[in-house]
């Protein structure tokens, strides 16, 4: 599965982004997606993920309320929608894929397949 993440950008304080992902390789409704994110100096941490049929979310509570994941398994891409955007959201996000299509793990050595990070800055 080849994962292609994309949206990041320069933003102020309470801005909005949309990330993209786009899947490739596999069924898409057949993988659990996540999206995690690294600050410099800080490591990985997870920020949403949603299970192949979109009935499982988990948001990590920091961004409970701001941001929204979602996934059009007809285009094969997961979508993370990030409001009211704070200094402390800046690092690079990157999604993932999980095999097991019914998972929804805040672990990221559940995921078989990485993308490529997209920076998401923020600035006050």
């Known amino acids: 599965v080849q994962l292609q993440a994309c949206g990041g950008g320069l933003v102020q304080t309470g801005g909005s982004l949309r990330l993209s992902c786009a899947a490739a390789g596999r069924t898409f409704s057949s993988l659990s997606m996540g999206w995690f994110r690294q600050a410099r100096g800080k490591e990985r941490e997870f920020v949403s993920a949603?299970?192949?049929?979109?009935?499982?979310?988990y948001y990590t509570n920091s961004v409970k309320g701001r941001f929204t994941i979602s996934r059009d398994n007809a285009k094969n891409t997961v979508y993370l929608q990030m409001r009211s955007l704070k200094s402390e959201d800046t690092a690079v996000y990157s999604c993932?894929?999980?095999?097991?299509?019914?998972?929804?793990?805040?672990?990221?050595?559940?995921?078989?397949?990485w993308g490529q990070g997209t920076q998401v800055t923020v600035s006050s």
């Open positions: 993932a894929a999980e095999r097991r299509g019914y998972g929804c793990s805040v672990y990221g050595s559940s995921y078989d397949y």
């Open positions: 949603l299970s192949g049929s979109g009935n499982s979310i």
